[in-house]
């Protein structure tokens, strides 16, 4: 069974930092995509960040680029997001996502109804 279980919400200042991360069990991310989705209060789920380690891509979106990282170590099964310079629109709930399809780092991009695997999620909460 897939199992992605996040860590290292919180609350933060503006212009603080986060590390968030996804533990992974049971889904090699070695071969499939993986990746950060948000959602704040009201709006879509949406994709922040992916990753493609067989393509060596990554996706990053529009509002993130320049701030956020994803990296991935296979040697303990997780998946990071660095989150610097953060923003109040940074606050969302944050869900690690996982996906079988063929769609590599543009996984980000799909509807998030058709994404295989999520996580609990973690709150993020950036103040002003």
């Known amino acids: 069974e897939v199992q992605l279980v996040e860590s290292g919400g919180g609350s933060v200042q503006a212009g603080g930092s986060l590390r968030l991360s996804c533990s992974v069990s049971?889904?090699?991310?070695?071969?499939?995509?993986i990746g950060w989705f948000r959602q704040a209060p009201g709006k879509e789920r949406e994709g922040v960040a992916c990753?493609?380690?067989?393509?060596?891509?990554?996706y990053y979106a529009d509002s993130v680029k320049g701030r956020f990282t994803i990296s991935s170590d296979s040697a303990v099964n997780t998946v990071y997001l660095q989150m610097n310079s953060l923003k109040p629109e940074d606050t969302a709930v944050y869900y690690c996502?996982?996906?079988?399809?063929?769609?590599?780092?543009?996984?980000?991009?799909?509807?998030?109804?058709?994404?295989?695997?999520w996580g609990q999620g973690t709150r993020v909460t950036v103040s002003s």
């Open positions: 996502a996982a996906d079988t399809s063929p769609h590599g780092s543009w996984m980000c991009t799909i509807p998030a109804a058709s994404i295989d695997y």
């Open positions: 049971e889904f090699d991310f070695n071969e499939r995509p």
């Open positions: 990753i493609s380690r067989r393509e060596g891509t990554t």
